[in-house]
């Protein structure tokens, strides 16, 4: 079963998976694909032969810890009233395409540019005006031509704040948009659960200050240690960290800093 966490192109169908995988990553919540079948409990198989119905998204949705607003109308003005609210929001939207035969996400709004995250589509990532959403979404269904479910994420939450530069990413650093989710749970487990109380401090910020400090302690635990990649792979973090806007607290400074030398020299030895 495949285990990708991150923004990658679907080989299986399973556009359903793909699409809520893509969706809950936008949050700062990553998933992989196995993640995604089992939560939908859609097999493989089963996706690629007969589809995801969208109570399946929906179910993956709220085990997630997100709220689904699901919507469907065939009023296109309505629509798009719908559709720019929750973009502007940050609420990125699991929406029906190609006729009822494939779903895809909106992922965000700049001036009249609509950024889109399609896993079928050989760019997986692009911006569109209104007229060629409007019309990939639309159904020749008589009744409710459109169809989206909205995920709506909690309110201590880690969304991105600039789709444009993951569109960036996507164009010119491939690696780290198909890795985005490892990434970003490497993050994530090196925080921890660490409250909302007390004084905290930007993570991007604080990787950026000790970025050499960590380093020269893994060249210490391991001689044989590729410098430049793991300085590709701490860039990586701090762009995710600002992204994502994550935080640590003050007095949890020495113990993340801890944390995160152990993980990168395991990646500099190859078990991790």
Not at 176 to 183: A, E, K, Q, R, V
């Amino acid at each position: 079963m495949d285990k990708k966490y991150g923004f990658n192109y679907q080989e299986h169908g399973n556009c359903g998976q793909y699409a809520l995988l893509n969706a809950l990553l936008l949050l700062g919540i990553p998933i992989s694909v196995k993640d995604a079948h089992h939560i939908t409990r859609v097999s493989r198989l089963k996706a690629l032969w007969e589809g995801t119905e969208p109570e399946k998204i929906i179910r993956g949705i709220k085990k997630y810890g997100c709220r689904a607003e699901p919507f469907s109308s065939n009023d296109e003005q309505k629509l798009k009233v719908k559709v720019d609210a929750y973009l502007q929001a940050n609420i990125p939207l699991i929406v029906c395409v190609d006729d009822y035969e494939h779903y895809a996400v909106l992922a965000g709004k700049i001036n009249n540019k609509y950024y889109w995250i399609d896993s079928a589509d050989s760019h997986i990532m692009g911006h569109s005006p209104w007229t060629d959403i409007r019309d990939w979404l639309e159904s020749s269904e008589e009744d409710d031509c459109y169809y989206f479910i909205a995920v709506i994420p909690p309110k201590n939450n880690n969304v991105l704040n600039d789709i444009d530069k993951l569109l960036k990413i996507s164009r010119k650093n491939e690696d780290l948009f198909n890795n985005y989710g490892y990434l970003l749970r490497d993050l994530l487990d090196v925080i921890g659960d660490q409250g909302s109380s007390g004084k905290r401090v930007l993570l991007a910020e604080f990787l950026a200050r000790h970025r050499n400090k960590a380093l020269s302690s893994i060249e210490e635990l391991y001689y044989y240690t590729d410098t430049k990649e793991l300085e590709q792979i701490l860039r990586g973090y701090i762009t995710i960290a600002t992204l994502h806007n994550l935080t640590i607290a003050v007095e949890n400074e020495i113990d993340v800093l801890a944390r995160l030398t152990v993980m990168v020299t395991m990646y500099a030895v190859g078990i991790y």
